[in-house]
């Protein structure tokens, strides 16, 4: 049995985190930290765990964390970076679900995070978490931050592409559109009801946060430098990502074929037949990340449509996926949920 921990359990991403462990067989939960619900019950603020979670959420500074065997941070930025390296002398591994170990450049981390990053040596050795890309790296990190949900979907739209070298790397356009959970389980003005409900706005025209690792993680995949455009959207649903996504070829290729065996080993990516079209629903609380190909009127313009759960493959269960490879698991121990429909 694998011993998990959990710092922050009190978040969207937390609480899905705590809904696939506690019916996962080979994960024991030993801790869930908040320092504003220390000892009260998990299934008294979750009341959908009953029965499935019996802890109380502990004061994480009177918490030993050291007798797990890897710890998940739900927390925001800068939390996992200050405790991290206690755990990792510990022998413990760390998953961190937030920002803290997503980029390498720690210059234009604290462009982005408003913050100088206090532990620039497991920036350094930690292991960008998706999968698909990296799989082999995740099995042997100590430190592994995971992505955030548009770069998770971004990143995997434009992989294949990018990868063989068929398009015009420098103008890529991503057209995304997130549910309002994806902003957090927080008070503020722009996802309450009455703001977000029978709404549909862009947001974050002049850089979003998640823009600087989907350009660090695909730049590595097509071996030098890229550029995208990147508009995210709030649209008036709970969860789920829908990414647009536009390329200009520049040879001729078979799309479909391409996204098909790059994809056809992989467990939580469905590359659907030509002519589909993915919609968010079919991936609601799975771990996965659906796709499809287009080429509009035959042309040199491709068009990926792709969908994830924010919380799920864009969050938390990308997070136990990653858990499973470091610790030699079944890739999908735990995460074989089907979507939920309607």
């Given at each position: 049995m694998v011993k998990v921990?959990?710092?922050?359990?009190?978040?969207?991403?937390?609480?899905?985190?705590?809904?696939?462990?506690?019916r996962h067989s080979e994960v024991e939960l030993c801790a869930i930290t908040s320092r504003k619900e220390a000892g009260a019950a998990v299934a008294d603020r979750?009341?959908?765990?009953?029965g499935s979670v019996d802890l109380r959420f502990s004061d994480p500074g009177a918490t030993d964390l050291s007798r797990c065997d890897v710890v998940f941070f739900a927390t925001p930025r800068g939390i996992a970076m200050e405790q991290a390296p206690r755990?990792?002398?510990?022998?413990?591994?760390?998953?961190?679900l937030g920002s803290d170990f997503r980029l390498k450049d720690l210059a234009e981390w604290q462009k982005w995070y408003g913050m100088p990053h206090r532990s620039?040596?497991?920036?350094?050795?930690?292991?960008?978490g998706l999968p698909e890309m990296n799989r082999e790296q995740i099995r042997k990190a100590r430190v592994v931050g995971t992505p955030g949900c548009y770069a998770t979907v971004v990143q995997?739209?434009?992989?294949?592409?990018?990868?063989?070298?068929?398009?015009d790397a420098g103008h890529l356009i991503a057209d995304a559109k997130s549910g309002v959970s994806g902003a957090g389980r927080k008070a503020q003005l722009h996802i309450l009801f009455s703001?977000?409900?029978?709404?549909?706005?862009?947001?974050?025209l002049e850089g979003h946060r998640h823009l600087p690792e989907i350009l660090q993680g695909l730049g590595g995949a097509a071996r030098r430098q890229v550029a995208v455009t990147f508009i995210p959207h709030l649209t008036p649903m709970i969860r789920g990502i829908h990414a647009t996504l536009y390329a200009r070829l520049t040879r001729e290729v078979d799309v479909q074929s391409l996204f098909e065996r790059r994809f056809g080993q992989e467990p939580f990516v469905d590359v659907l037949p030509a002519g589909s079209q993915p919609d968010t629903r079919s991936v609601r609380g799975a771990n996965e990340c659906r796709m499809a190909v287009h080429r509009p009127g035959g042309g040199d313009m491709v068009v990926v449509l792709a969908v994830i759960d924010n919380l799920m493959k864009g969050a938390s269960g990308q997070?136990?996926?990653?858990?499973?490879?470091?610790f030699g698991l079944p890739e999908t121990k735990g995460l074989e949920m089907l979507a939920l429909v309607p």
């Open positions: 921990g959990v710092v922050g359990g009190t978040g969207y991403a937390g609480a899905e985190l705590l809904r696939i462990l506690a979750f009341a959908h765990l009953r755990l990792v002398e510990a022998g413990v591994r760390v998953i961190a620039p040596k497991l920036a350094e050795e930690a292991v960008y995997l739209g434009f992989l294949p592409l990018v990868e063989a070298d068929v398009v703001e977000a409900a029978d709404n549909f706005k862009a947001y974050g997070a136990v996926q990653c858990m499973n490879i470091m």
